[in-house]
Structures are given as C-alpha cells and as structure tokens.
C-alpha cells in the first residue's frame, strides 16, 4: 500500500527524535511491504526563522496533502519574550485549529521493566495501562475574549474558558468509543462544582451515555483526579477532559511511566472507530527540550510510538502498529535505556542508536 507522510521536525529535539521515526517508519514499510511518500516541511522556531510565520501556507497545504503528519516538537527560547508578536507554539495551536484536530489521544503506559526506576512504589504502578482523551480546539486556548489591557489600575488580562454543546458531544463520544474498545469504564474529568462550562459539560456526557449503555460512566472533579492518578493510577481505563485540564493532567501522569520521552500522542480530526481512517497528526508529549538539543541523548520513544499510533488511527495498520510497539517493549526488556530512564545495571543509549535498536528489533 503507498500513504502520505508530512514530516514537520520543528524545534530542539524535535528534528533529532524525528528522524529516529521516520527509520522505524522506513523499516516498517520494508517488512509489510508498504511504501511511504514523505515530504517535510517547517513549523515552530524553524519556520519563523526563515518565513516570519510560525505555520506558513505551505506547510498547511503539505499537511493536507498527506494522509498524516509526524510531529516532532516546536519551542524556542529567543522566542520566550512576553512582547513577543509570533511564538513557535502558534504554528502548533494553528495546525491544530486548521485541520480540525479536536481530539487529542494521550496513553499512558508503564512497562514492567521501567516501573523500578521510578519515583513511585513499583505495586502501585505497576500494569497501569490508561487513556487520555482531551480535547484540543477549545476552552482556555482558544476562548474569547482573550486579551491583555492595561488600566489606571494597573495591567489585565482575560482568558474564556468556552465550550459549545457540539464541541463537548464530539469529544465525550470519541471518549466513549475508545472506552468501548477497551475495559468499557469512561471517567469524565471536570470542575463542575464551581464551572459553568463544567456543568454543562457533564449534563452532554450524561446525555451521550444513553447512547453507550455498555460503559461504564463516572464523573471526577479535576482536582480529585489529579491525586488518584498519583494514588491508584490502575483504577483508570479512559478519561475524557477539557483543553486545560488535558494539558496539565497528562504532563503529570507522564511520571508514572517515567520520563515524558515515554509518552505518544494521537491528534485526530474525527472519532476512531473500528476498521476506520482518521486523519491525524502524531507527536511525543513532550517538548523542543532546547537544552539538550544536538547531543545526542533526546529520547526517541515517545516519538517512535507516536508512529505506531499513526498506524494505527490513521492509516488502520493494526498489525504494523503492534509490531512497532512490540519491538520498543523488546529493545526496553533487554536493558537498554536513554538517560532519561536509565537504572543501575542498565545499557545506556544515544537517541541514534536507540533508533537502530528498536529498528532491529521490527525486523526480527
């Protein structure tokens, strides 16, 4: 089969861990017998550098073209001034908004081999297997008003945490759907005891319920949320949640498994269902990591799963996509480790040969 790939590497790591993807993608074709048409094209810090703007035209109309985008990270410190007219992050908020990218997928996963290396007991995380369902083109990001004045008073600023019925119907049912090809338990996070949005997000889950009586629904308030997943993490199956709170949950249930280099993400355009394509754009939760950029030690995991989800959501590969994370658990199992997760006795591994382990390990 021949699909589409956007490449868009972006900032710091991003171009590092990318290319260590774009290998594991390349092998994969080899092995299934597929052949990929990738193409690359800037956003973020790179793209302002050269064009001024942070997604520039071509690159959403390379994305368009494609049947899916690999997404490495975006983020600039020259960028980090407040009076700042563009910053790398429009170019990812842009995208997102474009391509109609409403329902963000974040799993959280902690292999048996990594739970020692951890800041929590080993038998409270161990087989915490979780998803997260967030949604990604409204509340506080995208809300209006959204401005900054400044007063006799002194200086303001305002941000609107907006959701219509239909955003929140969309996103609650792509949570069900998951939920269903899954343990059947949605846990709907809000703040309804002191939110407006929140309380008329929580009446449309009750609502779309009815639709789904073979899950299981329960309502958690975020802050109740917050301290379970660090407490009892394998209570969870599916979590379904606003922009904000999606943000700031899955940064810290990234701990669990480790190292945000652990984590993947799915973006996707539609609801996944059984046996159906969705357009997405796949990227590693974390970020450009500026610091560590060019030597060598980014970890490509969060990155090489970000594909394998791409096979899954977007190009409906399920074996291919099993495969890859297959070879990530054997490269994991037999010890060797990026320095963002190494322990005592472990095999320490460059971002580069990371890539050609896990590369190994899909063609064995």
Known sequence: ?????????????????VAQAVKVLK??????????????GLIGGAAIDRTGSALPEETLKLARWSDAVLFGAVGDPKFDDPRAKVRPEDGLLAIRKKLKLFANLRPVKVYDELADGTVFKPDVIKNTDFLFVRELTGGLYFGKPKKRWETSAGRKAVDSMAYSEQEIERIVRAGFELARSRKSKLTSVDKANVLESSRLWRQVAIEVSKDYPDVLLEHMLVDTCAMRIMLTPRDFDVLVTENTFGDILTDEASMLAGSMGMLPSASLAGVPAKNTKIFGLYEPIHGSAPTIAGKDIANPIATILSLAMLFRYSLNLAEEALA???????????????????????KSAGTNEMGDLIVKALGE
């Open 27 to 40: 092998a994969a074709g080899s092995k299934f017998g597929h052949e990929f048409d990738i193409r690359s």
């Open 324 to 346: 890859v994370e297959n070879a990530v658990s054997k490269v994991l199992k037999a010890g060797h480790r990026t320095c963002d997760i190494i322990g005592s006795g472990k």
């Open 1 to 17: 089969m021949k699909f589409k790939i956007a490449q868009l590497s972006g900032d710091g790591i991003g171009p590092e861990v």
